[in-house]
């Protein structure tokens, strides 16, 4: 996803790419968190 300002000025420009950046990232997180919990064991010794 791209890094946002909080301007007000580009807030109505990039609400709909942030809508799909906060759905992927959403569907991301569940993956890496999936692959930190089974990494945990080896990272964490």
Do not use: M, P
Not at 12 to 23: H, P, R, Y
């Amino acid at each position: 996803g791209k890094v946002l300002r909080s301007d007000s000025s580009t807030t109505n420009l990039f609400s709909e790419e942030v809508e799909k950046d906060q759905k992927h990232y959403c569907r991301d997180l569940k993956t890496n968190l999936k692959l930190r919990s089974s990494a945990k064991i080896n990272t964490w010794t």
